[in-house]
């Protein structure tokens, strides 16, 4: 057992646009928290063969996935997200404020794969 205080917090896997404050790196789960700056819109990524659930502390978090990165899907303060292993997608805020997020992953391999972006199939 152990806690992790704020200040203990690591810099995470880096993707343009986000802020990730790793807590949590195991062989089999990676936990965190996101923030994104209003407007941003992050790079494309998946996270290999981990499973990702999203809890949104505060602000706005949009999700664009699937061919071309088409489809789109929104969270608010209070909603869970849930994201397949290797789906690729980016992340938005499209609030008017910070947006902050707690990340849950588990599985293996790298946590964090940036690409150019999603397939058009």
Do not use: C, K
């Not at 981990?50 to 505060?58: H, K, P, R």
């Not at 608010?76 to 292993?85: E, I, S």
């Amino acid at each position: 057992m152990r806690r992790v205080a704020p200040g203990e917090r690591t810099e995470g896997a880096a993707t343009h646009g986000m802020i990730r404050e790793e807590a949590v790196a195991t062989n089999g789960m990676w936990a965190g928290l996101v923030r994104t700056e209003r407007g941003m819109v992050s790079g494309w990524h998946h996270h290999a063969a981990y499973e990702t659930a999203i809890y949104v502390i505060s602000g706005a978090l949009r999700m664009e996935f699937g061919p071309s990165g088409a489809v789109t899907l929104e969270g608010r303060p209070g909603d869970f997200l849930y994201v397949a292993p290797g789906a690729v997608h980016r992340e938005s805020n499209p609030g008017d404020q910070e947006s902050r997020i707690v990340v849950m992953r588990s599985g293996s391999g790298a946590p964090v794969v940036n690409v150019d972006r999603p397939s058009t199939l």
